[in-house]
Every structure is written in structure tokens, then in C-alpha cells.
């Protein structure tokens, strides 16, 4: 069983950082491939990142690429997503989603299993 929860989202200024992190409370955290979406109100929800079971393999939507990273601890059963120069644009619910498949998706049809999102609000 996988159960996701999100925590570290907030209000902060233009050009701020934050690190979200994503715990699953199961057992089976290592042979899933995780990702990263956010929705904005109003907006379909999109991809932001992706890391591959072993963290060898990671992704990025081309909105957050250099600004933002997304690492993996297994032993912690932990995904985090740091990010950093945060603009207003980035203002969402983020969402972690672990993936059966150990391959890159940008569709979030493709997830198995969601958390319930953070609200991270970028003000300018």
C-alpha cells in the first residue's frame, strides 16, 4: 500500500527557495519511479519532475528547469523537491505521484498513486 503526504509548501517572496517533501508511510517506496505536478486555479494539472527508482534518471517540465531539483532517499522513503528563485507563476498545489512504470511520464494518467497536494503561493 502507498500512502503519500506532501509537506513543506508556504507563502514566499519572488526569488525565495522552498524544499517540498513526500513521504510514503508503505514498504515499497524503492521499486516505485516518482513525479512531481502542480495545479494552478483554473489550470489543468502539469508535470514538473520525475526521478527514476534508483535516482538515476531525472526530468524536468522546461518552466522549472535550473531552478528546481528533484531528489530521492530511499531509506527515508522520501522524494523532495527543491525549489529555488521561486516566481509568482510557480504559485500551486503541488502533488507527489509514484509510478509503477520505472519510465519518464509527463501525463498524470500515467501515476498510480497521489498524494494530497501542498500549496505553495509565490507573492511578487
Known amino acids: 500500500q502507498v500512502q503519500l503526504v506532501e509537506s513543506g509548501g508556504g507563502l514566499v517572496q519572488a526569488g525565495d527557495s522552498l524544499r517540498l517533501s513526500c513521504v510514503d508511510s508503505g514498504r515499497t517506496f524503492s521499486t516505485y519511479a516518482m513525479g512531481w505536478f502542480r495545479q494552478a486555479p483554473g489550470k489543468e494539472r502539469e508535470f514538473v519532475a520525475f526521478v527514476s527508482r534508483s535516482s538515476r534518471n531525472t526530468y524536468y517540465a522546461d518552466s522549472v528547469k535550473g531552478r528546481f531539483t528533484i531528489s530521492r532517499d530511499n531509506a527515508k522513503n522520501t522524494v523532495y523537491l527543491q525549489m529555488n528563485s521561486l516566481k509568482p507563476e510557480d504559485t500551486a498545489v503541488y502533488y507527489c505521484?509514484?509510478?509503477?512504470?520505472?519510465?519518464?511520464?509527463?501525463?498524470?494518467?500515467?501515476?498510480?498513486?497521489w498524494g494530497q497536494g501542498t500549496q505553495v503561493t509565490v507573492s511578487s
Open positions: 505521484a509514484a509510478r509503477f512504470l520505472n519510465a519518464l511520464s509527463r501525463s498524470k494518467n500515467d501515476y498510480n498513486y
